[in-house]
């Protein structure tokens, strides 16, 4: 996480950096590069020293506001570089390499939500019915 943040620290000040010195102002495309910066800033922030244990009973409310700033977060990074796409006007061989590596990339990740759905079940009715008394390792 660490290594992952410092990228995008350096890539952020980067941005600005050739934003102000280019004399051309794209205020929406800045405007959304800093407010990802500010809300992923904030998301690593509360990760790593607000995260309450697992066992505590804001775990579960935390988990969701995690996951839902994440996922806008990652909504806003794709609005992003499509405003980029759209300001450098590339060969439209970048913007098909784009679409093709979301399209990928939303292909793995809900794969990966099944599995994950799949393992919370199994772990929901292990819990179940170790609670009711039954145990599938003791007949």
């Not at 839902?68 to 992003?80: P, R, W």
């Amino acid at each position: 996480m660490g290594l992952g943040y410092a990228l995008g620290f350096a890539g952020f000040v980067t941005g600005l950096k050739l934003g102000s010195s280019s004399g051309v102002q794209h205020n929406v495309h800045r405007n959304l590069a800093i407010v990802l910066f500010t809300v992923g800033s904030f998301q690593v922030l509360v990760a790593m020293c607000l995260r309450p244990k697992k066992d505590h009973k804001l775990r579960f409310y935390w988990a969701k506001s995690h996951l839902v700033i994440g996922l806008s977060i990652l909504i806003l990074g794709i609005i992003e570089i499509s405003e980029g796409l759209r300001l450098l006007e590339p060969a439209k061989g970048w913007k098909l390499a784009y679409i093709a590596f979301l399209e990928i990339w939303g292909v793995i990740v809900f794969v990966l939500g099944i599995i994950r759905l799949v393992n919370a079940g199994e772990k929901w009715k292990e819990a179940k019915t170790t609670r009711n008394g039954w145990n599938n390792s003791h007949p």
